[in-house]
């Protein structure tokens, strides 16, 4: 098989040009892609457990301590002690996070832009839907 005739090859390809669009996006804002899906996340629901940041953005504990440790260094989250768990902290946004917010959503706005020029809406919503799909096809095999 020739590898861009592959779907996984052409997937993984695609995704390094966005992380390296988004990168060239917000690392003016001090952050980098690593730690965007974590703020995206914590954008959603500020608050929450590393276990519970985990299942949401779906990575290992291992790599979200450190991202976490980073994020914390760059001043873009805090951990507060739990209210009814003194085992666990919450992470929580800090002020500075939550004031890059918008420019952070504008910056990710303009990279799907750019990469879905020449898509119509419904040709956008089509390839979402089918990325979706994907997806989850992928996460039912790891079951």
């Known amino acids: ?3 861009e005739d592959s ?8 995704a ?6 988004l990168h060239d996006e917000i690392s003016q804002h001090g952050v980098v892609p690593g730690q965007f899906a974590q703020l995206l996340a914590l954008y959603e629901k500020d608050g ?41 902290h919450l992470i929580v946004l800090t002020d500075k996070a939550k004031r890059l917010e918008g420019s952070l959503i504008d910056a990710a706005n303009r990279v799907n832009a750019t990469a879905t020029q020449g898509l119509d809406r419904k040709d956008a919503g089509k390839l979402m839907a089918t990325m979706r799909l994907l997806a989850s096809n992928l996460d039912k095999r790891s079951l």
């Open 1 to 3: 098989m020739n590898r």
């Open 7 to 14: 779907l996984g090859y052409v997937i993984n390809q695609v």
């Open 16 to 21: 390094r040009q966005f992380a390296r669009a």
């Open 48 to 88: 929450i457990t590393q276990q519970e940041l985990c299942e949401i953005v779906q990575i290992e504990q291992p790599t979200m301590a450190n991202t976490l440790k980073r994020m914390e260094r760059d001043g873009l989250v805090e951990r507060v002690p739990h209210s009814s768990d003194r085992r666990k």
